[in-house]
């Protein structure tokens, strides 16, 4: 079975697919709506202009006839950049969604970077929904507004669950780099060494040097927050209670040192002969 990392990584993934295609939706949306109102716009300027009775019931309507633009002062001028300002944040999102260029946003849009979640993402998603929901719109505005609402509810739930780390956990390169480190990237320090070796038998050697430290911090009480025994007699007593024995290295003699063949005598000046004199007769 797939560890629960796994899970979040491909739902988060799931999530942020769903988010650029309903991104790309409004935008398409975006661009034929601001077609459909400049050829709508043009049709009541040529009815406007001839005296009909039509040209009067148009100019008592609050909207031109098969448009969003509202028939009032500058209406067309305020549809028009309605539209390039969703077109232009939809870039936005769709970027922040890529991840490039993610330091331009740490720096200068903080809430899109890589230390923000995805509640900043799901609000400015949500209220574009809303914005074109409000108006009168076609059926294919109609449904990739409501796809980009509801995407966007699903982004700021998602923030709420993970928070700061959401996008750390759907990042791809992030992964690869979690699936490459099998092996431990550093070497615990000599005397966890020491400690962690002298716990079990010579046998598992190999598997005691790279045990979690977490493991051994939290057996004396130093990663909980409470005070160590420290190196003195107390830390020894609770280090033997716990299993931990420290003994004493033998004594070796280095691998190119030759070993002796006798037992060496108990005095270096035994073995030196002592001189013998013989007086004679006529000595003085």
Known sequence: MAPVKTYIFFGLNAAR??????????FASSIFVMVNDIEAVNSYESASQSNSTASVDL???????????????GGVFWAIVNRLLIIFQVVILIMSEVGWPMPLFDRFFPVLGSNFGLGALGIFQG???AAVLSQHVDDFTFVAAFFLFVVGCLN??????FRESAKERRSITSWRDGKKDVLPSHLPSAANLNRSGTCTSAESYTSTTVCDEKRDMSEFGVARGRAGYGFGRQGEKAAGMKGFLISKPLETLPRYAARPTSAPSASSRSSTPQPHFNSSDTAI
């Open 17 to 26: 697919v769903l988010s650029i295609v309903s991104l790309l939706l409004v």
């Open 59 to 73: 100019a008592s309507c609050d909207y031109i006839e098969n448009s969003t633009v509202p028939n009032q002062l």
């Open 127 to 129: 209220f574009m929904g």
């Open 156 to 161: 700021m739930l998602l923030g709420l669950i």
